[in-house]
């Protein structure tokens, strides 16, 4: 349109995509537990509850850490989307904790495109790395990367560091194993068949974690137990054979410094991702009290609190992990009215189908994106005069 100026709306068609690579986040056990508001140029996150772990994280520190990485990769795109972004904190006591992000156009990329195409590329790696170290300047990017007011980051590279180290994962193991309700919680994430996995597009795929398809017969407690023993046991023997260990601590354990722990440690990762740098979580030694202790006295950590520890080297790529389609994380202007109405698959433009791109559902996408370009575009056209 001659003459027109540069909107400064947001095209929602762009905030659909930005939930899109929120969504692509890791979250332990792959709970997703994030759900997204649009409200004008502005993205709300904020915690989906009802994906807690009561028992694996009765703080709900995974749950924000993962927050935070969502955070992250929404930036990540804002930024390579030419947005600008402002963040808001909302941290009232006695309410779940929520991030609005607002956004504006600057027509220009001020983003990283290396940073956006990781977030596709990266994973969770939990076999074997070669034993190939990692180059120095290859390291200090990943501690540059890490900078977030209030979270430290350490890298442990020479081996003699990592024994103390896998001492701690195997108390953390063996206290939470003993525990009936972590285990059933942990069993309850874990998808043992490709018809569970595709159907929830959540959870642990029993693929990634290197486990066998168990069909519904075989799949008793007692199997399951085993094999969570053994996939343990072995892990405890993958961690000296890892380039490095990566840890993070915060000044202080609540949910303002969990999130941008989160914020550190997506970005950490995606620049490992770039790097071909595989990761791999040791985060129960960090939640087991015992081993805390265990850790942080050998790190010599005095107030900080060890948030997240993780292996670190090169291996190949695993199968990746499903996500929910974008649809039943984002609500839309005026409610979820829209959403609810593409499940119901009216009108139908709205019908969901079964392809999918990464587990998020690339027909739903088009739907939600159909509906809310409308929207924009006529929002875009009241900014002009
Ligand atoms: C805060 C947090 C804690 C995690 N803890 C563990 C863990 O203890 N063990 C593990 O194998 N993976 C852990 N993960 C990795 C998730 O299981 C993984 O991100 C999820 O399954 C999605 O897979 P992806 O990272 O390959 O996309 C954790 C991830 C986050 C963000």
Same mark, same amino acid.
């Given at each position: 349109? %001659?003459?027109? +100026?540069? $909107?400064?709306?947001?095209?929602? +068609?762009?905030?659909?995509?930005?939930?899109?690579?929120?969504? !692509?986040?890791?979250?332990?056990? =792959?709970?997703?537990?994030?759900?997204?508001?649009?409200?004008?140029?502005?993205? @709300?996150?904020?915690?989906?509850?009802?994906?807690?772990?009561?028992?694996? #994280?009765?703080?709900?520190?995974?749950?924000?850490?993962?927050?935070?990485?969502?955070?992250?990769?929404?930036?990540?795109?804002?930024?390579?989307?030419?947005?600008?972004?402002?963040?808001?904190?909302?941290?009232?006591?006695?309410?779940?904790?929520?991030?609005?992000?607002?956004? /504006?156009?600057?027509?220009?990329?001020?983003?990283?495109?290396?940073?956006?195409?990781?977030? /596709?590329?990266?994973?969770?790696?939990?076999?074997?790395? @070669?034993?190939? +170290?990692?180059?120095?300047? #290859?390291?200090?990017?990943?501690?540059?990367?890490?900078?977030?007011?209030?979270?430290?980051?350490?890298?442990?590279?020479?081996?003699?560091?990592?024994?103390?180290?896998?001492? &701690?994962?195997?108390?953390?193991? @063996?206290?939470?194993?003993?525990?009936?309700?972590?285990?059933?919680? !942990?069993?309850?994430?874990?998808?043992?068949?490709?018809?569970?996995?595709?159907? %929830?597009? #959540?959870?642990?795929?029993?693929?990634?974690?290197?486990? $066998?398809?168990?069909?519904?017969?075989? &799949?008793?407690?007692?199997?399951?137990?085993?094999?969570?023993?053994? %996939?343990?046991?072995? @892990?405890?023997?993958?961690?000296?054979?890892? /380039?490095?260990? !990566?840890?993070?601590?915060?000044?202080? =354990?609540?949910?303002?410094?969990?999130? +941008?722990?989160?914020?550190?440690?997506?970005?950490? &990762?995606?620049? &490992?991702?770039?790097? =071909?740098?595989?990761?791999?979580?040791? !985060?129960?030694?960090?939640?087991?009290?015992?081993?805390?202790?265990?850790?942080?006295?050998?790190?010599?950590? =005095?107030?900080?609190?060890?948030?997240?520890?993780?292996?670190?080297?090169?291996?190949?790529?695993?199968?990746?992990?499903?996500?929910? $389609?974008?649809?039943?994380?984002?609500?839309?202007?005026?409610? *979820?009215?829209?959403?609810?109405?593409?499940?119901?698959?009216?009108?139908?433009?709205?019908?969901?189908?079964?392809?999918?791109?990464?587990?998020?559902?690339?027909? *739903?996408?088009?739907?939600?994106?159909?509906?809310?370009?409308?929207?924009?575009?006529?929002?875009?056209?009241?900014?002009?005069?």
């Amino acid at each position: 349109m %001659k003459g027109c +100026r540069p $909107p400064t709306t947001v095209f929602p +068609r762009q905030i659909v995509e930005l939930v899109k690579l929120a969504s !692509m986040a890791p979250s332990k056990y =792959n709970t997703q537990p994030w759900s997204f508001r649009m409200e004008g140029d502005r993205i @709300r996150i904020s915690p989906d509850l009802s994906r807690g772990l009561p028992a694996a #994280d009765p703080h709900n520190r995974a749950l924000y850490i993962s927050l935070g990485c969502a955070l992250e990769n929404l930036l990540v795109g804002a930024e390579c989307y030419g947005l600008r972004a402002e963040i808001d904190y909302h941290l009232e006591p006695d309410e779940p904790h929520s991030v609005d992000i607002r956004l /504006a156009r600057t027509l220009t990329c001020q983003g990283d495109p290396e940073l956006l195409r990781a977030i /596709a590329d990266r994973q969770t790696t939990r076999g074997k790395y @070669r034993g190939d +170290r990692i180059a120095a300047p #290859d390291l200090r990017k990943l501690v540059e990367a890490s900078r977030q007011p209030g979270v430290h980051f350490g890298l442990l590279t020479d081996p003699h560091e990592v024994r103390p180290i896998v001492e &701690a994962v195997r108390e953390s193991n @063996r206290r939470l194993l003993a525990d009936p309700a972590f285990v059933d919680e !942990m069993l309850s994430w874990i998808r043992f068949t490709a018809r569970e996995t595709e159907s %929830k597009s #959540d959870g642990l795929n029993h693929r990634v974690l290197g486990l $066998p398809p168990l069909p519904s017969w075989l &799949a008793g407690p007692t199997t399951r137990k085993f094999l969570l023993r053994r %996939k343990l046991r072995r @892990r405890e023997e993958l961690i000296p054979g890892s /380039a490095a260990l !990566m840890l993070f601590a915060v000044d202080k =354990n609540d949910p303002l410094h969990w999130i +941008r722990a989160g914020r550190s440690f997506e970005r950490v &990762a995606l620049t &490992a991702a770039g790097l =071909n740098i595989r990761l791999s979580h040791l !985060m129960p030694a960090c939640d087991v009290v015992q081993s805390r202790i265990r850790l942080s006295s050998f790190l010599g950590l =005095n107030s900080e609190a060890p948030v997240l520890l993780l292996r670190i080297g090169y291996a190949e790529p695993t199968p990746a992990s499903l996500r929910r $389609p974008v649809e039943d994380l984002l609500l839309l202007p005026g409610g *979820n009215e829209a959403c609810s109405r593409s499940r119901q698959g009216k009108p139908k433009s709205w019908r969901p189908s079964g392809s999918s791109v990464h587990g998020v559902h690339g027909d *739903n996408i088009r739907g939600i994106r159909q509906a809310i370009e409308r929207e924009g575009l006529r929002r875009a056209q009241a900014s002009c005069p």
